[in-house]
């Protein structure tokens, strides 16, 4: 077969056609038997924007400004620096001392909320600092008639941390916002955990699960509008977690492969 | 119940049983710590070592870790010990045995024969008394060979698992990352997807799928969707192309049932999967992950180190004659494993435990984002486990898996290290590359330009 032939016979890169169904670095091209530079660089910059979603501090600040009208405010788990939320998932998910005052005393406490959203930092400031203000904003435009307390801000806080926040408010229904677990091709993805009734020693499976939010996955408004469905279902069977299906295909859960089970996964992912 | 101590100085370093001295033995872990029951030095981190070393590995038939009375494993552990085969080594002290280990008359026959008579806590007690290169060096002569439809394990050879794994278990997309990887001849050990959903219909179309490409292309390989293993058994009821059946495990009887799973379901499908006999050289049909952590993720680990209860997990894949059976090393995170040192520390004595106990066993060489590494790293761990004569590694495109998010290999590590170690994949699947022709004459697979004949063949007819 002649060159002519061959160019006649398929397109440029052979891969062009499968690249639209995958995100997966298929078709890389090789370097003997390494990656090729523009490869490995892109490889490389992936991994620095992932590390430093998950180092870098959520501007708590600018997020109070973005949230505005919304009243908001601020609380602060026991694990004191980014090292320690890393190593103590356990300091992670409680209030702080000074936390645990602030909320006791803030005029908000036992103001009997039908929602509160708390929006924690996780495991990547971008995605909170990207995400969480138009989705809040976008699910305020849809509830309603619903009492929604202060958005309040979490940092160095874990999924569990909201459910002590939503106790000392008095709050029927949680609605925790994290940055999740950033991966190579998608740094900014925020989950979203509604759990009704929140206290602490509330389990996993007590829980529903919005995850992979952001402009690549669930955009702001498909999110806003399936956390809404959640949220008046959970109203009105009074309940969160496995016994409040979504009428979507059910996602894996407990059970499934050990690369997704753990529970600090489930927290994560 | 026997308290152990060791004088160090002035020091009286004490402990106040076994599972506590194992605990302290260990190098520093994230995941111990977080349990609170590291050693809270570095000298009473060696003095550990100092009383595990005088001890009589006996001593682990005496004293269970975990009781035998409520826990199925440590049942399985203790009913399953061969003590004809523990007799070479029964007098021998955890120090004693670490050094016989390394000695010449421990050879790869001599390690076969034992491997019945050794528990978890025997083997993980000798690898707290290595260092990593011991780790690779003992592993090295120990020989686990499995098969379905290629052998893997043989000395000489690296296999390797194709993970195509999409977020949404798109079809298209799926295909695509297993064609791009089966260009770098990966996927000798298995074609293993995660699915994204875990349902039996959706799990059928993955099964069916990548049946379809084998017969295709007509690659001596066997195929895995690593759902939960109830989902597995439900697809082989309705007649699903079931080639090995997967799950995670974990080293006690309440973490594996966080898992979901017991001893006897485990032998439910197994029993399952051989029924189909749809290995063409060999019926090993299960597939195992496992990982250090788990068990205490799931607050089953009792006390025990993370590194001594996944041990205990090898002792449950042992007992189902698996294919294949691999630790997730670095994906459980940070709070478990915090860096590369641990993390590399972790693959080499997960690698080392389950081969001396007889299992076959291979690594995903991976960590994620939050963790203390980069590919660099994996670069060191791959290499050692390579030379320590891993049974499998996992590849993705590029490294990147972008369901589970999280850093495994290249398709590209596993070329470079078969040419630059001379391990060629398992005899079956490297036939197959030489009669298609894609071998050059140093029986290397170079890179094909994207119009030759060989990526127009794979790209071409599976557009058809």
Redesign the interface.
Known sequence: ?SDEQ??D??P????A???S??????????A????PTT?LLE?QL??AR??D??HSAADFDRLAEDLAPLQTLRVHSAAPDRLTY?????LGRQLDVASVERLASHPAAGGDWDLLFVIADG?SAAAVQVNAAPLVHACHERLFGWRIGPVVLAEQARVALGDGVAAALGARLLVLLVG???????AESLGAYLTWDAKPGRADSERNCIS?IHADGLPIGAAADKLCWLANEAARLKLTGVSLKEDA?????????????????IE?? | MAVYWRDLGRQRHRFDDLKTVMACASPRR?GD??AGIAADSDERRVAARMVLADLPLKAFLNETLIPYETDEVTRLIVDRHDSVAFRPVAHMTVGQFRDWLLSYQADTATLSALAPGLTPEMVAAASKLMRNIDLVGVAAKCSVVTRFRTTVGLPGRLSSRLQ????TD?P??????T??GLLYGVGDAVIGI??????VP?CIKLLEMLDAVRTRFDIPVQSCV???V?TSIQAIERGAPVDLV?Q?IAGTEKANR???VSLSLLAEAQEAAKSLKRGTIGDNVMYF???Q??AL??DAHFGVDQQTVETRAYAVARAFDPFLVNT?VG?????YL?DAKQITRAGLEDHFCAKLMGVPMGCDVCY???AEA??DDMDVLMTMLATAGVNFIIA???????M????SL?Y?DV??LR??LKRPPAPEFEAWLDKAGWLDEQRRLP?WP??S?V??AL??SA?A
């Open positions: 077969m061959q160019k016979s398929g440029k890169d052979p891969w056609r499968f690249r169904a995958t995100r997966a670095r298929i078709g890389l091209g090789r003997g038997d390494g990656m490869a490889f992936a991994h992932a590390r979603a998950v890393l190593r103590r998932p356990d495991l999740e677990r950033p991966g190579l091709s998608a992979n295909p059910s996602l894996p859960g407990p059970g499934n492969d050990s690369k997704k089970q753990t529970p600090d996964l994560n992912a | 994230s710590e977080l195509p794994n999409h977020p798109d298209a997309g799926i295909a695509a990352s064609l791009d995660n699915p994204a959903t875990d349902n959706a690593l759902a939960h109830t997967f995670s966080g898992f979901g992950e496992t990982g952590g788990s993720s799931a997730v994906f459980i995170g940070p709070e915090f994620t984002n939050h980069d590919q993705v495109p590029g490294a990147d898996d972008v589970l998010n999280y850093q290249s590209h070329l470079g040419h630059l890179p994207d119009h004949l990526v127009q790209l071409g557009a």
